[in-house]
């Protein structure tokens, strides 16, 4: 089992950046696939990007390709989203999520992520 917290929300105007952590308790935080969704009011949680268990390989929603990356260190049980170029549409409460199934490719659903943290709003003013 793992337990997450993540930090490095706030407000930030258009066009700047943010880095979020998600820092993880357990030893055994090299063995999830590590992922970053957000949810702004009104609507569906929507998957941003995700990162294998060694760090090697990311994926990234449509909607932050190019702009977000994501990196983790093992060594430090931390997970991050460099956010640069942010819009308006960025704002959302953004969660990290760990999935045990390190042997399945990168997931973009939910349900596949059994660990959740409790969330860090980002805003983005224009």
């Known amino acids: 089992q793992v337990q997450l917290v993540e930090s490095g929300g706030g407000l930030v105007q258009a066009g700047g950046s943010l880095r979020l952590s998600c820092a993880a308790s357990?030893?055994?935080?090299?063995?999830?696939?590590m992922g970053w969704f957000r949810q702004a009011p009104g609507k569906e949680r929507e998957f941003v990007a995700g990162?294998?268990?060694?760090?090697?390989?990311?994926y990234y929603g449509d909607s932050v390709k190019g702009r977000f990356s994501i990196s983790r260190d093992n060594a430090k049980n931390t997970v991050y989203l460099q956010m640069n170029s942010l819009k308006p549409e960025d704002t959302a409460v953004y969660y990290c999520a760990a999935d045990p199934k390190f042997f399945l490719p990168i997931a973009t659903i939910m349900e596949r992520y059994e660990y959740w943290g409790q969330g860090t709003q980002v805003t983005v003013s224009s």
């Open positions: 990162i294998s268990r060694s760090g090697a390989g990311t």
């Open positions: 357990g030893r055994t935080f090299s063995s999830y696939t």
